[in-house]
């Protein structure tokens, strides 16, 4: 279990720190597409994408966390940590359908991609699972030594 609570905070590290650069640079990226669209003659307004980029960033901040309170209450070999991985991996397709029922969805980065969410909530489904057995093992009665 150690391994795996390893590769989860490195990786919700790797997110945290990709998404505060992507935040950071969300201007200058609106610019530079708005730049190309134009080329191709189309409009786009860069300060508006940079927003939506931003609020898409700043979502992935939020579920980096959540995977890496995870990671760590995996680590104290707790089987709440995969009760919080579940709830983690569950909260991407969760908002993105919020956003794209909302009517926020904009921009072909903020959809609900159909195969992104089967595997999402298969993860998610699978870490119930572990969280459930590991609370049934806890609980069940040592076998007698003889």
């Known amino acids: 279990m150690r391994i795996f609570a390893a ?6 590290t790797a997110l945290f720190t990709w998404s505060l650069r992507e935040v950071a640079l969300a201007e200058s990226r609106g610019a530079f597409v708005a730049a190309v669209a134009s080329a191709h ?6 300060h508006d994408w940079a927003a939506h980029w931003r609020t898409a960033f700043l979502q992935q901040i939020v579920i980096s966390l959540f995977l890496g309170v995870s990671g760590f209450i ?4 707790r089987a709440l940590g995969f009760l919080a991985l579940a709830v983690s991996l569950v909260l991407q397709p969760a908002a993105d359908l919020i956003r794209l029922l909302s ?32 609370r049934r093992a806890a609980r069940l009665p040592e076998p007698p030594h003889g």
């Open 7 to 12: 590769l989860l905070l490195i990786t919700s």
């Open 41 to 46: 003659g189309e409009n786009l307004q860069p």
């Open 74 to 77: 995996i680590w104290e070999r």
């Open 103 to 134: 009517g926020r969805a904009k921009y072909a980065f903020e959809t609900l991609e159909p195969i992104n969410a089967g595997i999402y909530i298969i993860c998610s489904a699978s870490a119930l699972v572990l969280f459930a057995r590991l």
